[in-house]
């Protein structure tokens, strides 16, 4: 059973507890992405953290999207794609993907990821060591420069 949120805050402010109130039912006042989840909808920006977590999620994402077949999900996470990428991802070349992260660095609006990454491909196995470079965009997400992409010599990704 659900207790509606202002029955929980009005229970937790009589201990002290309440925080601050949300229009969900299902987020307790004491959450802590309670002011997220505000900024949210009350149609606030929210602003990523620009940190190496950050820029590694985006190199994942890409991957993500091209495992799926969906070239707008990882254009959104690239910068400079040609347009022979998005054709060739519809195609779900790749069955799988593993990757791990090394030195990822941060400077500004720029990034650099080093991944170790493993695909399954139709044809086979391939696994690469690379450099990712990656910038920030006007609405301060990591996006890959697909150049640092078409580096790995994958199919996936046409020079």
């Known amino acids: 059973m659900k207790i509606p949120a202002v029955i929980a805050a ?3 402010g009589l201990f002290g507890l309440a925080k601050a109130q949300t229009a969900y039912v ?12 505000n900024m949210v909808s009350a149609g606030d920006k929210v602003t990523p953290a620009q ?3 950050t ?9 993500e999207g091209i495992q799926c077949g969906d070239a707008a999900w990882a254009g959104k996470f690239i910068v400079d794609a040609p347009n022979s990428f998005a054709s060739l991802v519809s195609s779900k070349p790749v069955r799988g993907f593993q990757m791990t992260f090394g030195r990822t660095s941060v400077s500004g609006d720029n990034a650099s990821v080093v991944v170790n990454l493993t ?3 139709a044809s086979g196995v391939q696994k690469r060591t690379a450099t990712l470079n990656l910038s920030s965009d006007a609405k301060a997400a990591w996006r890959v420069n697909y150049a640092s992409l ?5 199919a996936v990704f046409p020079k």
Request: proline share 3%; charged share 5%; glycine share 0%.
């Open 51 to 53: 940190n190496a977590s």
């Open 26 to 37: 299902d987020v307790p006042s004491c959450h802590w992405a309670v002011a997220a989840i």
């Open 150 to 154: 078409a580096a790995l010599n994958l």
């Open 10 to 12: 009005a229970a937790l």
């Open 55 to 63: 820029a590694q999620n985006a190199v994942r994402q890409v991957f």
């Open 119 to 121: 695909l399954t491909l």
